[in-house]
């Protein structure tokens, strides 16, 4: 590229708006937050300095990323610290041009230790509040059940978050996917659609398309989350382009946890060139080195996109959420006129 050439591509990956569908605000968690909070409450963690904690952010799979975010994450006690939590997030990303973010929390990972479920929510919630008054982000929240934990757990949690259903906009599934299929998550599904949530679920992540199939068959989900392993059937990657089933790619996660090699192997040329409606996010940033916009700049260097392609990213990310449509087209136009005007 030439510098005029770069100089425009750094210019639409990092002023462009842009949206967060995937995000789990756990893994927000900087290694400096962490310190900061557990010395606000004089608890122990097991490193001694910032450095040591981003040393130990080396996975090898799914197992090993989710031992250490649940290790950082049990510093979280009260209502201030979720609140921080979120809002150091919005400040962040607000800097990357997102001007929505739909983002997922894990309420079982919080009331198991302890916590109350309407502490956790309400720091999110007032973050979000404040998020959207100070820095013009709107937001959906997304209350997720974790599927290595049992499904009356789940219906436990459901129920709990029914008191927040103002503030909670859909449902989700995360964690261990491995031996955890969705229709193991049927029932709870069923009510909370009945209840008048949305709901997505990580499927296809580490587990084979069977797992997607479940999801859209059973679970009733408008969204899949990561669903790389549709590219083994080619029956599903029929369905899902020819449907436009949102499909929220994470490619700095997909390749920390080791599902690829490098983020030159990760398919997501191949899922654009098949049709399919997906995007770029980011998982959980703390811990792969990447925000959306870093992720959006590792792909495009990796594997070539140019500037057509990015903005089709950035398009089929406010497609494929859950803004309404008279918001959603807004978004688009505004696109339109910003590349129009480079």
Not at 60 to 69: K, R
Not at 86 to 99: D, F, N, P
Not at 292 to 307: C, F, G, M, S, T
Request: net charge negative; charged share 25%; hydrophobic share 40%.
């Amino acid at each position: 590229m030439s510098v005029a050439t770069d100089e425009r591509m750094r210019m639409i990956i990092q002023e462009f708006p842009k949206t967060e569908l995937h995000l789990h605000i756990e893994g927000t968690f900087e290694p400096e937050l962490v310190f900061e909070i557990a010395k606000r409450h004089n608890v122990a963690i097991p490193y001694r300095s910032v450095e040591e904690v981003r040393r130990a952010y080396d996975f090898h799979d799914l197992q090993s990323f989710l031992d250490i975010y649940y290790r950082a994450m049990s510093v979280l006690l009260h209502e201030e610290d979720f609140y921080d939590l979120t809002i150091a997030y919005l400040q962040r990303v607000s800097r990357q041009g997102v001007r929505h973010a739909e983002i997922f929390f894990d309420p079982q990972a919080h009331t198991s230790r302890g916590v109350s479920f309407e502490t956790v929510v309400t720091g999110i919630h007032k973050a979000l509040e404040e998020g959207e008054r100070r820095l013009g982000i709107s937001s959906k929240l997304i209350m997720c059940f974790l599927r290595d934990l049992s499904a009356d757990s789940a219906m436990e949690t459901l129920d709990a978050g029914l008191s927040f259903k103002n503030w909670i906009f859909a449902v989700g599934l995360d964690s261990k996917e491995l031996g955890n299929p969705p229709e193991k998550f049927e029932a709870v599904f069923k009510k909370a659609l009945d209840e008048g949530f949305m709901a997505v679920a990580h499927a296809g992540e580490e587990a084979p398309a069977e797992y997607i199939w479940q999801a859209l068959e059973l679970l009733g989900v408008s969204r899949i989350d990561h669903g790389y392993h549709c590219l083994e059937d080619a029956r599903l990657v029929e369905k899902l382009a020819s449907e436009q089933v949102p499909l929220t790619a994470c490619p700095l996660a997909a390749v920390g946890v080791r599902y690829f090699d490098s983020v030159e192997h990760f398919p997501l040329g191949k899922m654009l060139q098949l049709g399919l409606l997906v995007m770029v996010n980011s998982d959980d940033p703390a811990y792969f080195g990447g925000y959306v916009e870093e992720n959006l700049a590792a792909v495009q260097k990796a594997i070539r996109l140019n500037e057509q392609d990015i903005l089709h990213l950035l398009k089929n990310s406010f497609k494929a959420s859950f803004l309404e449509p008279e918001r959603k087209q807004k978004f688009l136009r505004e696109l339109d006129e910003k590349y129009a005007s480079l």
